[in-house]
């Protein structure tokens, strides 16, 4: 996941940078770096006859998935966590035979197993897209229209669709409000003035967040914020 920062203040005066999340992903890159280099170490090292019995790849394996677990809660995202408990308890299932005294190292059909992910994973989701309430929600092709009158904060949630958001009575609006976005797997369009300044700061995983040059940088301010999951954010300046 990487954290983005945009801001749009005119043509002239134009930025992009990436904050945390540049260096979450250069440390995530160097761990899984390391990690391949063990286990082909441990490998080697077996074929010499040294480490015999010492499960080096799955222990590296295991602390990647522990790794991956603790990212999992600490962002929210609980209904991914399935995911990296189920592949350790496949890696370290003889093990747990072993010490729960069952003679079938592999008691569980690894079918069963990925099944059980799927519908826990799924259900999670529902869960987590079901209590988000007196937040305004998008699935398939919605539009949302906010009355700049009364904008200080908004809330959009768009899960696998197409939302298009305009915003009304702009010659009311403070300049101080906060467009916070959860998007997952897919679009959301923010039709924006042409006279405003766009602040964009957003986590985005596996996504695309666009922001075009343009605004005035002496224009109204509209802060945009959330996460972006596998979609794509689009920031569209109109005359």
Same mark, same amino acid.
């Given at each position: 996941?990487?954290? @983005? ?34 286990? %082909? ?24 998935? &522990? ?23 496949? @890696?370290?299932?003889?093990? &747990? ?48 229209? @906010? ?28 300049? %101080? ?63």
């Amino acid at each position: 996941m990487s954290k @983005i920062v945009i801001e749009s203040e005119g043509k002239d005066n134009y930025h992009m940078k990436m904050t945390s999340g540049k260096r979450e992903a250069l440390s995530w890159g160097i761990t899984l770096i390391v990690a391949a280099i063990l286990i %082909a170490a441990g490998i080697v090292l077996k074929n010499f006859g040294y480490l015999e019995g010492f499960p080096v790849w799955e222990i590296v394996v295991g602390i990647l998935l &522990i790794a991956l677990s603790v990212k999992v809660v600490t962002r929210g995202t609980f209904y991914l966590l399935p995911w990296p408990l189920g592949f350790l308890f496949v @890696i370290f299932e003889s093990h &747990i035979a072993e010490w729960a005294g069952i003679s079938n190292p592999r008691f569980i059909n690894h079918w069963i197993v990925l099944g059980l992910i799927i519908l826990l994973s799924a259900g999670l989701k529902l869960i987590k897209s079901a209590s988000a309430k007196g937040k305004k929600k998008g699935k398939g092709a919605s539009t949302v229209y @906010i009355d700049c009158a009364e904008f200080a904060y908004e809330e959009i949630n768009n899960d696998i669709g197409v939302c298009n958001i305009f915003f009304s009575n702009i010659d009311s609006y403070s300049g %101080a409000g906060t467009l916070h976005i959860e998007n997952d797997v897919g679009v959301v369009n923010v039709h924006v003035p042409s006279s405003w300044r766009i602040h964009c700061h957003m986590d985005n995983d596996l996504g695309n967040i666009n922001v075009p040059q343009g605004g005035s940088p002496d224009g109204k301010l509209l802060k945009i914020e959330g996460d972006n999951d596998i979609g794509t954010v689009n920031v569209i300046f109109e005359v």
